[in-house]
């Protein structure tokens, strides 16, 4: 493994065990797709980065530097997966960042893509209700941070029949699934959620977005209840590594329209 990483741009033996990342989760991160050495949708991937980690002040290296670093990282041909993960930095033991500006640490990772079977896009999956519940943080909310064991133990209280959970906030709006982030078709509009109470706000929303509008439809942020889920015309769920997967029950509901995700699978490699 020693080959699947960067450390600041460098093979390194391991990071400091004082990086306040892994003393307290105090960083952001991104994961994305690597097709012959470029990283898919980067744009997106980049802005959204720079966003996060600014709202929790955090200095990001630039779009070039990090480019340059998948460059080197990624040097075979082929389709992985990459994640940027930017730190705080070094600092002594407590909560309190020092009052000298410290510099972040970057990390970048490098795994195999494992294509998923071609039957979930086809037949859909089934998704439960999470046991799980998401904390509530106006600041660090739709921040991809590194505080995400509420997502492990939705993925460790998950049945084997579902492929993943849908996490409620304490008002019971839907937010997200484990590691997807969840969308409605009702007719010509997608809906997704509002994230003023939770969830993470990822780039697959940007590209459906765009294609959506492009394509015809409306697009609109709102609070979704478990009721309103169960009404929608088509209910899927993305992320950047798996693209759109169309879910096929939940609860005792069950869908057969997949009409916007075969649409957009064949419009957009993602």
């Known amino acids: 493994m020693f080959n699947d990483f960067l450390i600041n741009g460098n093979k390194s033996q391991g990071l400091n065990p004082f990086d306040r990342g892994l003393a307290f989760g105090d960083g952001v991160f991104r994961t994305f797709k690597v097709f012959d050495h470029c990283p898919r949708f980067w744009e997106y991937h980049y802005l959204k980065l720079k966003q996060d980690a600014k709202a929790i002040d955090i200095d990001v290296p630039s779009s070039k530097i990090l480019i340059n670093q998948v460059s080197m990282l990624f040097d075979e041909k082929g389709t992985y997966i990459g994640k940027f993960i930017i730190t705080r930095g070094l600092s002594d033991r407590g909560y309190q960042i020092p009052s000298k500006r410290i510099k972040p640490n970057c990390i ?98 940007m590209v459906i977005s765009d294609y959506a509008i492009a394509n015809g439809y409306s697009i609109r942020n709102q609070n979704i209840s478990l009721k309103k889920v169960e009404k929608a015309d088509e209910f899927f769920i993305a992320n950047s590594v798996n693209g759109l997967i169309p879910v096929r029950s939940f609860n005792k509901k069950q869908w057969k329209d997949f009409k916007f995700v075969q649409e957009f699978r064949q419009s957009v490699n993602f």
């Open 108 to 205: 970048l990772l490098k795994t195999k893509f494992k294509k998923p079977d071609e039957k979930l896009y086809s037949s859909g999956v089934h998704i439960e209700l999470s046991p799980i519940t998401p904390s509530t943080n106006l600041k660090s909310g739709s921040i991809k941070h590194l505080n995400r064991l509420e997502n492990v133990l939705l993925k460790k209280n998950l049945s084997t029949r579902a492929f993943d959970g849908l996490m409620i906030n304490e008002k019971k709006y839907a937010l997200e699934c484990g590691s997807h982030n969840i969308f409605l078709r009702f007719k010509n509009t997608i809906v997704m959620p509002n994230f003023d109470h939770g969830g993470v706000a990822g780039i697959s929303q």
